[in-house]
């Protein structure tokens, strides 16, 4: 089932690969709740490295980025080390059904998705052999026809916005994110209460 706007976060903590809990939500801003392929997806790595570029002014606007991945926490551990926000292991991919994003042949076969994947399997192999990232498995756990989702959760536990990719290289750019979240802080003292959404 596909969450919408309003639609409520029921509240944990998560457990991510690379540092402490991270609370969802968060009480205090906003979340941009990622989920990605598995881990050292070349697609993914080109999207969270714009991400992490602008990692500063993310945060800056009151968003935390936490990532999710359908690889085991060791895997993922190898590809998160240097990521500046939480990365979280989910290889039964419990948070995904939860959150009701999928796998499907088109990750890949949507002709929208080639462009994206050629570049950032360019990127990915010069990266590789320059050592500054390592190759993904031969075999992901999971597979490689996730498609990706992107929720931006508010700090009462309700989603401000959603978008579920159509194809492997569909999700919200940082330009897109920052829009939504100066919507929803607008949304908010519109109504003069922090966190609320429509």
């Known amino acids: 089932m596909r969450l919408r ?3 409520p976060v029921p509240a944990r903590e998560l457990e991510p690969v690379n540092g402490p809990p991270v609370p969802l939500p968060d009480p205090g801003r906003l979340v941009h709740l990622q989920f990605r392929r598995f ?5 993914c790595n080109l999207h969270l490295r714009s991400v992490a570029a602008r990692h500063a002014e993310i945060e800056a606007a009151g968003v935390a980025e936490v990532v999710v991945f359908h690889s085991p926490a060791g895997e993922l551990r190898e590809h998160a080390a240097g990521l500046p926000f939480p990365a979280v292991a989910d290889p039964g991919r419990r948070l995904y059904r939860e959150f009701g994003v999928e796998s499907s042949p088109r990750a ?19 990266r590789i052999l320059l050592r500054r990232e390592r190759p993904p498995a031969r075999s992901p756990h999971g597979g490689r026809l996730g498609l990706p989702g992107d929720f931006l959760i508010a700090p009462d536990g309700r989603v401000v916005a959603a978008r579920y990719g159509e ?3 569909d999700q919200w750019t940082v330009d897109e994110l920052l829009s939504l979240a100066a919507r929803a802080g607008r949304d908010a003292l519109g109504r003069g ?3 609320r959404v429509p």
Request: hydrophobic fraction near 45%; aromatic fraction near 6%; glycine fraction near 16%.
């Open 39 to 43: 881990a050292g997806c070349p697609v």
């Open 108 to 126: 890949l076969r949507d002709p929208r998705a080639w462009p994206v994947v050629a570049r950032a399997v360019l990127v990915g192999t010069w």
């Open 193 to 195: 209460t922090a966190g």
């Open 5 to 7: 706007p309003g639609d």
């Open 167 to 169: 194809h492997a290289g």
